[in-house]
């Protein structure tokens, strides 16, 4: 059979839907390539969570020099709070398939609602340091700190067990 205009054009309409679906994939390669479950997302989050304990790290020494020094720790430590809760799915704690070491305790899941509680309170601080950063007012992005600071280490206290090996 004969191909016609109609059914060329067709064709063409379809590749070009096919190739902008694939550059799309391509966009967001990140997200697909962030592991959903077992000891690679335990491994992940733990990378993610040291991200930010750099990154106040980095915020700690900051003298107010450097704008741009103070907007990309304040992002990073943003951007970890936003998929912290993310990070945690049901399954990924101790004696979850495919998990050997975590430091994650059952009470997360056990308590879901106290810790979605936590990670709000760092969300909302990283927010705060954010408004910080963005005045480079260097006070005032100590202080954001202490805020940051006190949800890190009020999640820690209930839900995360002591260091492994
Ligand atoms: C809502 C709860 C929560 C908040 C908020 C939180 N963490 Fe954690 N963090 C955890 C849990 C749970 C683990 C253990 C994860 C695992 O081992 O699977 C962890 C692990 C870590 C680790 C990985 C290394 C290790 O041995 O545990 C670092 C580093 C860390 N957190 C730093 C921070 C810093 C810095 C902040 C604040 C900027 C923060 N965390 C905020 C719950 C939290």
Redesign the pocket.
Known sequence: MAMTRERFHWILVGLIIGIAFAMLGIGSSHSADTPKSGQDL?DY???R??A??D??QALQQYDGSDAAIATAAAKT?DD??GE??GL?PEG??PGGAGIE?????AE?WSDWAG??A??K??DDA?ALLTAAAATNDVGQIKAAMGE??G??????E????P??D
Do not use: D, N, P
């Open positions: 335990v989050r733990e990378k969570l040291k930010a304990s990154a106040m430590i970890v709070a912290i809760v945690f990924t704690g070491k975590t430091r994650a305790k997360i810790f979605e936590r990670a309170a760092f990283a940051v600071g949800a890190c280490k009020a999640c820690h209930s839900y995360r067990g260091k492994q």
